[in-house]
């Protein structure tokens, strides 16, 4: 199963699998607050690419083909590290799947050849879909060892491209359009989100390599109604995933805070930095009495 399951507009819980076999199937699963669990479509193909996530819209789930795909028998026999059963196949290209949330029904468009663990959002425009992606040209997975990043190498990881793709009705390819942007780990007010297009963007991201940029060190936004790309450094820190927290009774979509992990060289312990969502001032920062290991993703829950 990827690691990002998802809730509906009705609370129903959506995830995507990957049955391997002679010929390997993507699994569109959901279940209801009962904990029954129905398959809602199924997607062949001879090699799986890597699953990490998949996008959830108001009618639609969108799952994407990465070009780095499994090698099925890998998994029972060769008893290596996960991440060497895959292979980058980019002459392959990819294949984004749009499947019916009511019945099931799948549509598919050919993309070129990517990489990307996470959507940033999905949803639909008339008869087409549109999805937006933080996307690599190669598998990063390499580029995210400890020994690189204790050395301070650059991860490109850390600055994905932000990519529209267009899944136009009666059109076999996707349209690729490049958003403002480079980023990862990236958050919206997912409530807005399975209602239709979101205009804020946050995320985590790094300075250019050029400038000696390594590793997440900031949070940024971007603004789809003004195109403006705003961001807080955390001088010295790693700064992991914003989780955007909404206050409650708000009624502007960044009305809120941002929860973000950080932790520099000479902390005690961890520090859950409060940033406001609208403005990416700080308000607050809780330190913590202990390091808390990065996870990548945060959680927060009601209470
Ligand atoms: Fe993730």
């Known amino acids: 199963m990827a690691a990002h ?37 199924s997607i062949g193909c001879e090699r799986p690419g890597y699953l990490h996530a998949f996008a959830l819209g108001a009618r639609h789930a969108v799952i994407w083909e990465c070009a780095w795909r499994a090698h099925p028998l890998r998994f029972l026999f060769a008893g290596e590290s996960y991440a060497r059963h895959f292979d980058w196949l980019p002459e392959q ?31 639909e425009q008339g008869n087409d879909i549109v999805l937006d992606l ?6 990063v997975v390499e580029e995210l060892g400890i020994e690189r990043l204790r050395a301070g190498v650059p991860a490109a990881a850390t600055r994905a491209r932000h990519v529209r793709f267009v899944l136009a009705a009666g059109q076999s390819a996707a349209r690729e359009e490049t958003l403002p942007g480079r980023f990862e780990l990236p ?9 239709g297009p979101v205009r804020h963007v946050w995320a985590a991201s790094a300075a250019d390599p050029a400038e000696g940029g390594a590793f997440f060190d ?27 927290v909404p206050r409650p009774g708000a009624s ?26 609208a403005t990416l001032q700080e308000r607050a920062a809780v330190e913590l009495p202990c390091v808390v290991p990065f996870g990548f993703h945060g959680a927060w829950v009601g209470s």
């Open 5 to 41: 399951p998802a809730l509906d507009a009705q609370g129903r819980w959506w995830n995507v699998g990957i049955r391997f076999g002679r010929r390997c199937e993507y699994l569109l699963v959901s279940a209801d607050r009962s904990g029954e669990r129905r398959v809602k479509a």
């Open 93 to 123: 290209g990819s294949r984004l799947h749009a499947v019916d949330l009511a019945d099931g029904s799948v549509r598919s468009w050919e993309a070129p050849a990517l990489f990307a663990f996470h959507a940033v959002q999905a949803y």
């Open 134 to 139: 933080c996307v690599d040209a190669a598998p």
């Open 187 to 195: 958050q919206v007010n997912t409530r807005r989100a399975l209602a």
């Open 218 to 244: 900031r949070t940024v936004k971007f603004d789809h109604a003004s195109g403006r790309l705003s961001e807080h450094v955390f001088e010295g820190a790693v700064a992991l995933e914003p989780l955007f």
């Open 252 to 277: 502007a979509e960044d009305d809120g805070v941002l929860l973000v992990h950080t932790l520099a060289d000479d902390d005690a312990g961890s520090v859950v930095r409060v940033l406001d969502a």
